[in-house]
């Protein structure tokens, strides 16, 4: 009897899982062509590469497809975007750009849909992109070039109140007419003259470059572009570049005057912080006198390195009156022992540019090398 029982139970049990197997397997199902494809050597200059990969819908329930994600931006899926019944047909597409992608390439598609077999599958696509070959008998025509007389006009010393130029001559060299652009994006303190509106073959012309000191925010070195654009087909954007050192001017003073002048009296001429941690953010003074007989302007003061911050209150100092410039030195990575100069412009005439400098010690840590041959 108990075997008989026992004999039941297994039936219904192999019954029961049969019908579950029979309900999991019902709904949509998506099947593939081909999961696979590769384009083998193709042309850089298509652009696009495109391949559709084909499904069909074999389960017994409608299906459709949520979404299709592709493993790089450079490659653009499409898909059927309506409900596939039972026994129907489907596509999802894959566009690969090839411009600017000159090589092999191994890509990932990833369709996720309601099928019950397969809520997701992976598509690949590979192949290899080529640069066109130029024939062999290829010749480059030489369309000749803009040139100049001087590509980096330097205007080694310029003071803050004058008006200085330099001519250079600009030379087209190519078989036929170059038109310009008009010149744009120039700084306020310069200005072109002469620049052609167009040159024919082997024509130059003769520019002047002007640049005004006075209008110039800033001392010391500085540098600007002026960025040229024609219809030349080889060389539509071109340009010079310009420099200069901008300097205070002073007129020619006598010992009564000189005695009348600012005169900047700076405490210290450099800060040592000492032995410090790398990380270690700490801060110090210096003291600007002005032992003069007329206001002393400060125009600028600017640290050689990111890692030094300077603050001060204002810029004009009295005759008698003392300002406190403020430094705060960041030691960051460093290691070892660093110097950092503070540059410091006045309209004291006797020394209107000086340096003055911040030191630290940072530790240096010296790297274990476990290898036996290897110089110590």
């Known amino acids: 009897m108990l075997k008989c029982v026992f004999s039941a139970s297994l039936l219904g049990f192999a019954l029961i899982t049969n019908a579950q197997i029979k309900g999991e397997m019902a709904g949509p199902k998506i099947e593939f062509d081909e999961v696979r494809h590769n384009f083998g050597n193709i042309q850089e200059d298509i652009h696009f590469a495109t391949h559709r990969f084909k499904f069909k819908n074999t389960g017994t329930r409608d299906l459709f497809i949520n979404t299709v994600q592709t493993s790089c931006g450079c490659t653009t899926p499409d898909w059927t975007r309506d409900t596939v019944h039972p026994g129907e047909a489907g596509y999802v597409d894959a566009k690969y750009e090839t411009t600017g992608r000159i090589g092999e390439f191994n890509k990932t598609i990833t369709v996720y849909s309601n099928a019950a077999n397969a ?32 590509q980096t006009v330097a205007f080694p010393q310029l003071y803050d109140n004058q008006v200085d130029s330099i001519e250079v001559r600009i030379t087209n060299s190519s078989t036929f007419t170059t038109n310009f652009n008009p010149l744009s994006n120039l700084p306020a ?24 000191g006075r209008l110039i925010k800033g001392y010391g070195y500085g540098a600007f572009e002026i960025p040229i654009s024609s219809d030349h087909p080889v060389m539509p954007y071109t340009g010079m570049y310009v420099t200069y050192t901008l300097k205070q001017f002073f007129p020619k003073m006598n010992a009564k005057a000189l005695a009348k002048a600012p005169k900047l009296v700076v405490d210290k001429k450099s800060h040592d912080f000492g032995p410090l941690e790398s990380g270690d953010i700490v801060k110090s003074e210096f003291k600007f006198t002005n032992a003069g007989k007329s206001d002393l302007k400060i125009h600028e003061i600017f640290p050689n390195c990111a890692c030094v911050k300077v603050e001060y209150s204002n810029n004009i100092i009295k005759p008698g009156e003392t300002l406190s410039v403020k430094i705060t030195y960041d030691s960051g990575i460093k290691k070892g022992k660093s110097t950092t100069s503070l540059w410091v412009v006045c309209n004291d005439p006797t020394e209107p540019e000086r340096y003055l400098y911040v030191t630290a010690n940072m530790p240096v840590i010296e790297k274990k090398s476990n290898c036996a041959t290897c110089p110590k």
Request: overall charge negative.
């Open 189 to 212: 303190h310069c200005q072109i003259k002469g620049f052609p509106q167009s040159l024919e073959p082997n024509e130059s012309a003769k520019i002047k470059i002007i640049v005004n």
């Open 119 to 150: 809520p997701f599958v992976h598509l690949d696509i590979s192949g290899n992109v080529q640069k066109e070959a130029m024939p062999t008998d290829f010749v480059q025509p030489d369309y000749g070039k803009i040139s100049f007389s001087s």
